[in-house]
T-cell receptor, first 116, second 115 residues
Framework: AQKITQTQPGMFVQEKEAVTLDCTYD???????LFWYKQPSSGEMIFLIYQGSYDEQNATEGRYSLNFQKARKSANLVISASQLGDSAMYFCAMRGDKAAGNKLTFGGGTRVLVKP | NAGVTQTPKFQVLKTGQSMTLQCAQD?????MSWYRQDPGMGLRLIHY???????DQGEVPNGYNVSRSTTEDFPLRLLSAAPSQTSVYFC??????????????FGSGTRLTVV
């Protein structure tokens, strides 16, 4: 069974500073993918970044980077130079391999509030 | 290119009523799924499908039925609505394959209230 844990229910960050959102996972799949999604107050799910289990380099997408530590089973999201528009819920998710139905499992989320 | 379309966006039901939430995608994605999101929580998988004619249960399937007669459509049926089913429902689709990096495309959600 897959499990995603996000231990920070909420956090404040000062505008223009960096913030790290924690995510740990548990799976027995050999191949898996890790995703981060942003959910603003409007409710839509916005894809931010992806990391494959066999990728050797950490993923980056603009101001987002994923700190992937496979041995520790962690996939933390780093947002650099926070902006007011970054205030939202952030979800870590994991997709297992085809044998497991490629199911996407979500963590409980972290609410980020960026202060001006 | 519409992506994933969910209807309706809002719905109020009385306890015991039944209804169907519609989900359609135009990306020829093999994989489709339904999630529910309760206030302040993450998304939990209800049912999913890896192709037409194939469905399976997720984490919280009780009280819901699905079918997949076409690649494009994946409706979710509430058999007898209960207040515990008050939630926001998301439909999502993706390509299916060996690689696990096929990202999901989400619909805009259906906010359901059962009174």
């Amino acid at each position: 069974a897959q499990k995603i844990t996000q231990t920070q229910p909420g956090m404040f960050v000062q505008e223009k500073e960096a913030v790290t959102l924690d995510c740990t996972y548990d799976t027995s799949d050999q191949s898996y993918g890790l995703f981060w999604y942003k959910q603003p107050s409007s409710g839509e799910m916005i894809f931010l970044i992806y990391q494959g289990s066999y990728d050797e380099q950490n993923a980056t997408e603009g101001r987002y980077s994923l700190n992937f530590q496979k041995a520790r089973k962690s996939a933390n999201l780093v947002i650099s130079a926070s902006q007011l528009g970054d205030s939202a819920m952030y979800f870590c998710a994991m997709r297992g391999d085809k044998a497991a139905g490629n199911k996407l499992t979500f963590g409980g989320g972290t609410r980020v509030l960026v202060k001006p | 290119n519409a992506g994933v379309t969910q209807t309706p966006k809002f719905q109020v039901l009385k306890t015991g009523q039944s209804m169907t939430l519609q989900c359609a995608q135009d990306m020829n994605h093999e994989y489709m799924s339904w999630y529910r999101q309760d206030p302040g929580m993450g998304l939990r998988l209800i049912h999913y499908s890896v192709g037409a004619g194939i469905t399976d249960q997720g984490e919280v399937p009780n009280g819901y039925n699905v079918s997949r007669s076409t690649t494009e459509d994946f409706p979710l049926r509430l058999l007898s609505a209960a207040p515990s089913q008050t939630s926001v429902y998301f439909c999502a689709s993706s390509r299916q394959g060996k690689s696990s990096n096929y990202g999901y495309t989400f619909g805009s959600g259906t906010r359901l209230t059962v009174v």
